[in-house]
């Protein structure tokens, strides 16, 4: 079903886009004519037209330019728990990741231009699809279909704005297709007015789109729970801290609005809407399995855990799939080594977890792959993320460079973890719901057992920073985090926290001091049955490895040093580097578009 769904985006998407150049107006950029070309009457003619028009608006969702590696795994470092490639200034990826992000950096304008494009695509389906006459007058499943299609294009259309608002801030408002507007050079609009139209927009969505179990498709389609789930994400980033512009009313300051409450009810409300639904959506009960079982063997999560993911096509297409399990995770260490191991596991990250926390071994990947399918350690300052990796899926030893695994946008937890963070900020302390939605999830990471969970604060200010250290343990390596703390105006504070534990580390002082200086891993330990170690993490090493045990430089304050100090967030500024600059080209193409200072 997956194949066959993605093919149809791609096939979409091709069409799409001669229909997109030829009905719109940007005649001084396209002076050839198409060869051919779908005019409306045939796109918005059938339900089966129609629809293939709406898969072509998720087809931006994907490849390199989208969740398959740039909104994944570009922007959305460095954080508290992972950092981007180290390594000197380079106009790229790693100035992304380290906060020099320049104009002209070159990984600025494919990814904005593929957000703006999925906007267009979704404008245009918005605008023709109630137009249609199955639409207005059409038998009761023509109705529903296509009611349901405008609801998908209203919630994909959210999600490219949001992506776009919070990594550029205020964007030009364009929620009509191209060839309507009198004006394609817009001045910024406020985020808050975005904002606000898209919370209305998903609103609207939600009455339109079925259930999981109503729809009979895969949750690579929008489901009832997904169009709720990112309203409430969408309605926390409305009320929580963002950059503003100088020129705003906030001026140039973090800021978040006096009404906020209100958005946190309206998190609270759509969260509620999807918990009351747990015979639609629900935890599974291994996390491991949602990772190992589920999205890297391109298998649909059986509990509905993962409410919206985005497909992959698959085949090294650049267009439609993804590097997830190439450029971050294990390498494979064959004739020729594979895969860039690019993001790397602060230690700081993997010493939150608790020792018994199953997650822990799940998001922090702590080894590479030998020609003989045995696995060797790495070190801490070395570590891999692992929620996506390469020995994982069936092309282990592929040199391939897309290995077609999906991009979760919203998992259950997500949801559980928001509705008790807006209960907790409405009523300035947890209920009893929002406590037990807390510990759902704490206590599915130490496999059910409720006993090693530890107290949960009842008060306000304890609740949120146990949800804040939550949110961390079960969505890292998501492409959540970062936007989380800028959020919560906490992306400086745990920045400098960062640094200074790592200065602790290099210079060897407590608690760190007695973590161990060597592990000792299994030898020749089969990649199925993951590393053994004959020594704890937590205690300082024994004198030499016993048998049957390697031994690996595990805490090394000079290897965080090179690696990790010298690179992690090195060029960030609180209150300047929240947001990316626009891309050079977009500025030299709309005069009015202000940018972002960098």
């Avoid at 790693?94 to 992000?101: K, P, V």
């Avoid at 015979?279 to 996390?287: A, G, I, M, R, V």
């Avoid at 920073?465 to 390596?477: F, I, P, V």
Wanted: proline content about 5%; aromatic content about 12%; overall charge neutral.
């Amino acid at each position: 079903m997956k194949n066959i769904f993605l093919n149809r985006i791609l096939m979409s998407s091709i069409a799409l886009t001669i229909f997109a150049l030829t009905f719109n107006s940007c005649k001084k950029y396209l002076d050839l004519n198409p060869v051919s070309s779908f005019g409306p009457d045939y796109v918005f003619g059938s339900v089966s037209n129609a629809e293939s028009a709406v898969l072509g608006v998720y087809a931006c969702l994907g490849g390199d330019q989208g969740y398959g590696i740039r909104l994944s795994m570009y922007y959305p470092y460095d954080s508290d728990e992972i950092m981007g490639q180290e390594g000197a200034s380079d106009n790229e990826r790693r100035d992304i990741a380290h906060y020099n992000t320049q104009p002209s950096n070159t990984q600025l304008a494919n990814p904005f231009n593929q957000l703006w494009r999925g906007v267009e695509r979704a404008n245009i389906c918005i605008y023709n699809i109630p137009k249609m006459t199955q639409y207005i007058s059409g038998t009761d499943y023509e109705k529903t279909a296509l009611r349901k299609l405008y609801g998908e294009a209203l919630t994909l259309r959210a999600q490219y704005y949001l992506e776009l608002i919070r990594n550029w801030g205020d964007v030009p408002a364009q929620f009509q297709p191209a060839s309507l507007e009198a004006d394609l050079f817009k001045k910024q609009t406020d985020r808050d007015t975005l904002y606000n139209k898209l919370l209305a927009d998903l609103a609207e969505a939600s009455t339109y789109l079925p259930w999981r179990s109503q729809s009979g498709t895969t949750n690579e389609r929008i489901s009832q729970a997904a169009a709720r789930g990112l309203r409430a994400r969408i309605a926390l980033y409305r009320g929580g801290y963002s950059l503003r512009r100088a020129s705003s009313s906030y001026g140039g300051v973090m800021a978040r609005p006096a009404d906020y409450l209100t958005y946190y009810q309206i998190a609270k409300n759509e969260c509620e809407i999807i918990m009351q639904h747990q015979s639609e959506h629900n935890l599974n009960p291994s996390f491991k399995a949602v990772f190992k079982d589920a999205l890297c063997q391109f298998r649909e999560e059986p509990n509905g855990e993962v409410i919206w993911e985005v497909g992959m096509a698959g085949g090294a297409s650049n267009f439609g799939d993804s590097k997830l399990g190439y450029y971050n995770g294990p390498r494979y260490l064959g004739t020729a080594s594979t895969g860039n191991s690019a993001l790397t596991i602060l230690p700081t990250y993997f010493y939150a977890f608790d020792s018994t926390d199953t997650r822990r071994d799940v998001t922090c990947a702590q080894y590479n792959i030998s020609a003989t399918l045995t696995i060797a350690g790495r070190g801490l300052h070395d570590m891999v993320d692992g929620k996506f990796r390469r020995d994982w899926t069936p092309v282990t030893t592929s040199g391939a460079q897309y290995f077609g695994i999906n991009w979760p946008i919203i998992r259950y937890s997500d949801v559980l973890l928001m509705f008790a963070e807006a209960d907790n900020e409405i009523n300035q302390n947890p209920s009893a719901a929002a406590i037990a939605a807390y510990e759902k999830v704490r206590v599915r990471a130490f496999s059910g057992n409720a006993g090693l969970i530890g107290t949960t604060p009842t008060n306000y200010a304890g609740f949120f920073n146990a949800l804040m250290n939550e949110r961390m343990l079960e969505l890292g390596g998501e492409g959540i985090r970062k936007y989380d703390l800028i959020r919560w105006n906490k992306l400086a504070e745990r920045i400098d926290w960062v640094k200074a534990e790592i200065a602790k580390m290099v210079a060897d002082q407590p608690p760190y001091a007695n973590y161990p200086n060597n592990m000792y891993y299994a030898s020749n330990q089969p990649m199925a049955n993951g590393m053994l170690y004959a020594n704890s993490f937590y205690n300082a090493s024994p004198s030499s490895a016993p048998a049957g045990f390697t031994s690996i430089v595990w805490f090394s304050g000079t290897g965080i040093a090179t690696k990790i100090q010298a690179s992690f967030a090195r060029s960030f500024e609180a209150n300047k580097k929240e947001l990316l600059p626009f891309p050079q080209a977009a500025i030299d193409v709309n005069p009015n578009l202000e940018q972002n200072e960098y």
